[in-house]
């Protein structure tokens, strides 16, 4: 179970900063309010093309906000010059679809055929369900978001393919409609729920272990909720017994300049260079 | 100057199967009214990457309407099933960036290697300018539509770099906000003109002399109206020397089974496998 980190202030610029002098290095699930946050993937050049057909076609797990060219580190679009190899708290190294190490920085691992997706993430519209009087367990709870793989397959894209993984927030089944009508507007960050009520009819056998992330309570009368999750990269990345791949470690996310209402809307935001 | 061809009954299959018996050879402006068309580009995977995201960074010029997966020639979302090698009225054959064959079908060319794109088409409004008692000058001339290459630059992505290539109809100056307008509704086929008037204001010299397709009557009083056209891959296979590539002849489309107005909107359409 990961502390809550209180948020640092100085907004997006300074807490990446102090994630890059690794005075923070847990989730980042509240942190930074109003900013949005995303989901990072990097992979061979000889997998990007897999890769951004697999986002694609998985819009709602994997919405694509930037993406970058081969050995291009620095983002442009999200957050102008800052450097993905050190701004994230922590990383994931996959070798053959096996974690093999969670570093604080990637700067050691970087080659020049690294290609570098950044794609909405959840934690944007987080902040909405609180404004609406909604409950997000885990920011209550100071605990990171948990995630679960699916039985749902994600679709397929060249050698890539995997299960959907899932976000999942109690609630009470009254309130479920309201969280869809707020996270549906957040058509670059996940959008609307896939599945509420029995986490069975989803595959999941068992709502008190997360495949990812920490376990959160779910109250007397709550039904689980679950929305599309970014980390269903990582899953078709072990799946697909991808050679090699960088990711952020779940719930330890990039921290963007934009405020989370720019992800509202359906469109793509940017692929810029 | 490519000959008018008239409509063949029995809408978009029917017009495949005589475009692939090559009983239909020219271009394809006007005919099927209301359905959408599409431009055709099909790459090594080696390079498909590059032009995912030289799509995605031009959406304009380059609205990705579906992506197939590696040696797939058979579309899914545009029209179940047709296999994009002879279906198309004539092709091009690109090497080394030079023009070098322009066939009625590609099936000798096929290899397991190659991905194929199929992006938006100003056809597909088209007929909504003309519903909107608009001039399409070229339809009323039975010609193909004049295309240009301009000094403004595409967004380069990783290889891959080129003009932005631009079609021209030509109308009165107070009909120019209208024709904004209808064809800005069509977000997946171009949207709205990128420039009207003075074609040497985005590098245009010869107005009588387009770089693809036939040149139209500009009528005293007129002007020329310009919109980003999906030829502009073309000009970065040739500017950016791709090994081999394979297109639609500029103007000779791909006829989908969609109806023009399920283009309208701004997002995605499909990727679908």
Redesign the interface.
């Known amino acids: 179970m990961s502390p809550r980190q209180e948020p640092a202030p100085g907004g997006p610029s300074a807490l990446r900063a102090a994630i890059a002098r690794q005075e923070v290095t847990g989730p980042t699930a509240g942190l930074c309010p109003g900013y949005a946050q995303a989901n990072l993937v990097i992979l061979p050049?000889e997998w990007?093309?897999d890769f951004?057909?697999f986002g694609?076609?998985n819009?709602q797990a994997c919405p694509?906000l930037e993406?970058l060219?081969?050995g291009v580190p620095h983002t442009q679009a999200m957050a102008r010059g800052a450097d993905l190899r050190d701004t994230l708290p922590r990383y994931r190294l996959w070798q053959n679809g096996e974690l093999v190490d969670e570093p604080l920085d990637i700067k050691h691992l970087w080659r020049d055929d690294l290609?570098s997706f950044l794609l909405g993430c959840s934690f944007s519209f987080d902040d909405a369900l609180v404004a609406a009087g909604l409950p997000v367990r885990h920011q209550e709870m100071g605990r990171n978001v948990p995630m679960y793989c699916t039985s749902l397959p994600a679709?397929?894209?060249?050698r890539l393919s995997g299960p959907l993984v899932v976000s999942m927030r109690p609630m009470a089944p009254e309130m479920v409609e309201h969280a869809r009508r707020v996270s549906g507007a957040f058509g670059e960050a996940h959008g609307e729920p896939v599945h509420s009520g029995d986490p069975a009819e989803i595959g999941i056998a068992d709502i008190g272990r997360p495949d990812y992330g920490d376990a959160v309570t779910i109250n007397p009368g709550e039904v689980p909720v679950f929305w599309a999750c970014g980390v269903t990269p990582q899953a078709a990345v072990a799946a697909s017994k991808v050679e090699m791949a960088i990711t952020h470690a779940p719930g330890h996310m990039f921290i963007t300049d934009l405020r989370a209402e720019d992800l509202a809307g359906?469109?793509?935001i940017s692929?810029?260079?």
């Open positions: 050049r990007a093309f951004l057909l694609l076609r819009r694509i993406v060219d081969p290609v679709a397929p894209a060249g359906s469109s793509l692929c810029a260079a």
